[in-house]
């Protein structure tokens, strides 16, 4: 798992350690202190922590002007012990939220198992971002995650699989990707 970084060819349009709006601001990373685990993993350490102990993420590109923001994770969102959801909505999301964006996509290729507990931070989430065309885009989770998702109903919240789940995204812009899932949730939501 050490091996596996962030998506790191978009640091050219954005850092969020660099950006005064994210909640990873003037953090700063080692190439070579790995200290942060999954389980008994090491991760690499250009993950962010945001206090869970088994799911870490980075944000990817935030664009400020159009409202969105793209995160992605790595490692198992844990609700039921950890309540992952809680700690990511107050640490991350809020902070975004207060900066203006309202559409969030969300990577879980490296999103290893979901463990849900109750769906009360999904369900404000979403309440909070459905005020003006806004949504949250799971895109490429694995199918036994979604199947989680789907048992406590956070399809009603969260948008995932079909299309979401056939993209190749780490070739494209951030905008390019962006537009993409727009135009995709803009259908669903019709």
Request: charged residues 30%.
């Amino acid at each position: 798992m050490h091996q596996i970084e962030p998506h790191y060819f978009w640091r050219y349009y954005y850092i969020s350690s660099e950006d005064p709006n994210s909640p990873f601001f003037q953090r700063e990373y080692s190439e070579f202190a790995f200290s942060d685990k999954i389980y008994n993993y090491y991760i690499h350490p250009q993950w962010d922590n945001f206090g869970s102990k088994t799911l870490y993420l980075k944000i990817l590109y935030a664009n400020y002007d159009e409202n969105y923001a793209i995160i992605e994770f790595i490692g198992e969102w844990n609700d039921a012990l950890y309540n992952d959801i809680m700690l990511l909505k107050r640490e991350v999301i809020e902070v975004l939220m207060e900066n203006g964006i309202n559409k969030f996509i969300l990577i879980g290729e490296n999103v290893l198992n979901f463990h849900y507990s109750d769906d009360c931070y999904y369900e404000e989430w979403f309440d909070e971002v459905d005020d003006e065309n806004g949504w949250i885009a799971c895109v490429n989770f694995h199918e036994h995650v979604e199947h989680e998702f789907k048992k406590i109903q956070l399809d009603y919240y969260l948008a995932f699989g079909s299309e979401l789940d056939e993209q190749e995204w780490r070739n494209q812009t951030p905008q390019d990707f962006f537009e993409e899932i727009d135009l995709i949730m803009r259908k669903r939501l019709e």
